[in-house]
Nanobody, 126 residues
Framework: QVQLVESGGGLVQAGGSLRLSCVVS????????MGWFRQAPGKEREFVAV????????IYSDSVKGRFTISRDNRKNTVYLQMNSLKPEDTAVYYC???????????????????WGQGTQVTVSS
């Protein structure tokens, strides 16, 4: 049974930082690209960042580039999202997801991902 469990969300003031974690079990973690998506109330789920399964290359959405950093630790089956300089518009539920290495790189759409976590709420106050 595949499980993705996010943690690290919370309430933070604008300009602050949070670090999200996603622990994965039930699949060969090193064979999956890992992505972060977010969904704000009334909006569609949107791509945030993805890290490749092999060489650690990463792609970011324009809205978070330069502020967020995605990383992974294949020994711990964990992917991270370091979020700095947070803005109120970053408020959303954040989801991690796993895409098999067979999918084209970079995986930036929801339908390229096979497995999803339950999400963690991030709220940024102004």
């Amino acid at each position: 049974q595949v499980q993705l469990v996010e943690s690290g969300g919370g309430l933070v003031q604008a300009g602050g930082s949070l670090r999200l974690s996603c622990v994965v079990s039930g699949l060969t973690f090193s064979m999956y690209a890992m992505g972060w998506f977010r969904q704000a109330p009334g909006k569609e789920r949107e791509f945030v960042a993805v890290i490749s399964w092999s060489y650690g290359g990463a792609i970011y959405s324009d809205s978070v580039k330069g502020r967020f950093t995605i990383s992974r630790d294949n020994r711990k089956n964990t992917v991270y999202l370091q979020m700095n300089s947070l803005k109120p518009e970053d408020t959303a539920v954040y989801y991690c997801a796993a895409a098999p290495a067979s999918k084209r790189w970079p995986q930036v759409t929801t339908n390229e991902y096979d497995y999803w976590g339950q999400g963690t709420q991030v709220t940024v106050s102004s």
